[in-house]
């Protein structure tokens, strides 16, 4: 059975309630250890009415304890979130866990506590200096992500050859796609011949590119598609030929992807040394500790995920 450090998110939202109410499901299919100290866990669980399973595995000296406020932003759930999982990533880096799984942070609080990081993937970028490569989505559709959580402004100027070249070489190497994987256009229309941009020739060369060298290492045949039209790269005729996409930005790809599978997504952290997965929502402050019973999909998903990649 596989071991897995789970960080505990924001504990002013609903990351310990999912691990409470699911532990029994989840130490079914792994060896959990929760990076949550027990002065904390039990304050959690005292507010939330759920009694504590035996074999609750915990940590110690995670980071300062601090009063839980249901729905609150604050610096220090924010800084209790961070080391929670720098923990879960220490211990996977150090191979005494197979793999880590993070349940939802909220980043305003990170930046009150003074992280500097955006998230996790950035995190995880700098902590092992790597290209880590977010996609998410579930069985039935994944989405990579070749820019994520910068203005969209931005978003243009960041296509460039080498990089996406290196991005889709990335991507078939860790998430090992099993059928021809889509890459999205930027424009409208795919840019219509250039009527409305030009990125899609950038794009057209990285696919030549990353296809090329596929080919040239055996690997198989040419592994990419596209630059496809986005607004119909997701209806159903050209969906059952594609299980991956690749989208130029953040909501290009997560938009379609939480229309169609919204409750089941998970998000996995590629390119890296150690294996990451997470939920695929948020801290849901609105529902937190006031007995909404939760969906569980997402996180036994990510599970799941783990059991079968780690």
Not at 272 to 291: C, E, M, N, Q, W
Request: charged residues 20%; contains cysteine.
């Amino acid at each position: 059975m596989k071991k897995v450090a789970i960080s505990i998110g924001d504990l002013n939202g609903i990351g310990i309630q999912l691990a409470l109410e699911n532990h029994g499901k989840v130490a079914k299919l792994i060896d959990p250890i929760y990076c949550i100290d027990k002065t904390m866990l039990t304050q959690a669980a005292k507010l939330l009415n759920i009694g504590i399973p035996d074999n609750f595995q915990t940590i110690e000296n995670v980071a300062p304890s601090f009063q839980i406020e249901a729905g609150t932003i604050s610096k220090e759930s924010g800084r209790y979130a961070y080391e929670s999982f720098n923990k879960a990533v220490i211990m996977a880096d150090l191979k005494k866990v197979d793999a880590i799984c993070t349940l939802p942070i909220h980043k305003k609080s990170w930046e009150l506590a003074g992280i500097q990081y955006k998230g996790h993937t950035d995190a995880l970028r700098d902590f092992f200096d790597a290209e880590a490569i977010m996609m998410l989505g579930c069985p039935e559709m994944y989405v990579a992500l070749f820019t994520e959580h910068i203005p969209l402004k931005e978003v243009a100027p960041s296509i460039k050859e080498k990089e996406l070249t290196r991005f889709l070489l990335d991507f078939y190497k860790t998430a090992k796609p099993d059928r021809t994987v889509a890459v999205l256009g930027l424009n409208p229309h795919a840019g219509d011949n250039g009527v409305l941009g030009d990125e899609e020739k950038i794009i057209s060369k990285a696919i030549e590119n990353a296809n090329a060298f596929v080919s040239w290492c055996g690997e198989g045949t040419a592994p990419y598609e596209g630059p496809l039209v986005p607004d119909v790269a997701f209806t159903p005729n050209v969906r059952k030929h594609y299980t991956y996409y690749v989208a130029m930005y953040h909501d290009q790809g997560l938009a379609p992807l939480k229309a169609l599978h919204f409750d089941e997504g998970i998000n996995v952290s590629l390119n890296l040394p150690i294996l990451r997965t997470s939920v695929d929502h948020g801290t849901a402050f609105d529902i937190a500790y006031k007995g909404v019973k939760l969906d569980s999909l997402s996180y036994l998903n990510a599970i799941k995920y783990i059991v079968d990649n780690a």
